[in-house]
């Protein structure tokens, strides 16, 4: 299943391009930008739809490339136009050169997958930032890969050390993780013993 970026509109600055706002982590996935730096990012979209009270803009993750690199969470998004449901953006529409993207962003798995269904579960955007430096520090000393199970539980595969449940009812984040020296780099204030040989712990606003 396609992974749906949703990104809400400041304004609409002309027929196709709005100021949006998107959680700066996730840029990262949309490949690497054409131009490294700017006062905001910039996207080129295709099958961009906009909701019907016209206050979000969603889109695919295949179908949005970067096209500069920014501060902050304002992003500038273009409509590149609509294609075939069997065709995505190639790089060539937006610049000679290919651009690397993510294999990340286009399958339910890895970080970019993750942030966007802690988008889609609505949670406020400080317990979203929460869970971006979370994987932040994890990718300090891992590089397993979040897979998506079942009842929004993402684990870190292939060595299973890592468990992180959206719990978009409370808001928060519930976290699984093996009692090793791996818990000791993990933000755990109240940890709890869990299942054998693992810590519970919940992250979420203060």
Same mark, same amino acid.
Do not use: H
């Given at each position: 299943?396609?992974?749906?970026?949703?990104?809400? *509109?400041?304004?609409?600055?002309?027929?196709g391009?709005?100021?949006?706002?998107?959680?700066?982590?996730?840029?990262?996935?949309?490949?690497?930008?054409l131009?490294?730096?700017?006062?905001?990012?910039?996207?080129?979209?295709?099958?961009?739809?906009?909701?019907?009270? %016209?206050?979000?803009i969603?889109?695919?993750?295949r179908? +949005?490339?970067?096209i500069?690199?920014g501060?902050?969470?304002? #992003?500038?998004? *273009?409509?590149?136009? &609509?294609?075939? %449901?069997?065709?995505?953006?190639?790089?060539?529409?937006?610049?000679?050169?290919?651009?690397s993207?993510?294999t990340?962003?286009?399958?339910?798995?890895?970080?970019?997958?993750?942030? #966007?269904a802690c &988008?889609? +579960?609505?949670?406020?955007?400080?317990?979203? %930032?929460?869970?971006?430096?979370?994987?932040?520090?994890?990718?300090?000393?891992?590089?397993?890969?979040?897979i998506?199970?079942?009842?929004?539980?993402?684990?870190? %595969?292939?060595?299973n050390?890592?468990?992180?449940?959206? &719990?978009?009812?409370?808001?928060n984040?519930? *976290?699984?993780?093996?009692?090793?020296? +791996?818990?000791?780099?993990?933000p755990?204030?109240? +940890?709890?013993?869990?299942?054998?040989?693992?810590?519970?712990?919940?992250?979420?606003?203060?």
């Open positions: 299943m396609e992974m749906i970026c949703k990104a809400g *509109i400041r304004s609409t600055l002309g027929d391009v709005w100021l949006v706002e998107l959680e700066p982590t996730l840029l990262s996935f949309f490949g690497e930008p131009v490294p730096a700017g006062t905001r990012a910039t996207l080129g979209v295709v099958n961009v739809q906009r909701t019907t009270d %016209k206050k979000t969603e889109f695919g993750l179908d +949005a490339r970067i500069s690199s501060m902050g969470s304002e #992003v500038l998004v *273009i409509d590149l136009g &609509q294609t075939a %449901k069997s065709e995505k953006l190639t790089p060539s529409q937006l610049a000679p050169a290919p651009l993207v993510s990340d962003s286009v399958s339910q798995s890895g970080d970019g997958a993750f942030l #966007v &988008q889609d +579960a609505a949670l406020p955007r400080n317990v979203l %930032k929460l869970g971006s430096d979370l994987l932040k520090r994890v990718r300090e000393f891992a590089d397993d890969k979040l998506e199970g079942k009842a929004r539980k993402w684990v870190a %595969k292939p060595d050390f890592l468990a992180i449940t959206i &719990q978009n009812r409370k808001k984040f519930a *976290i699984s993780v093996r009692t090793t020296k +791996a818990l000791q780099r993990l755990s204030l109240d +940890a709890r013993d869990d299942r054998p040989g693992y810590s519970r712990f919940c992250l979420s606003e203060i």
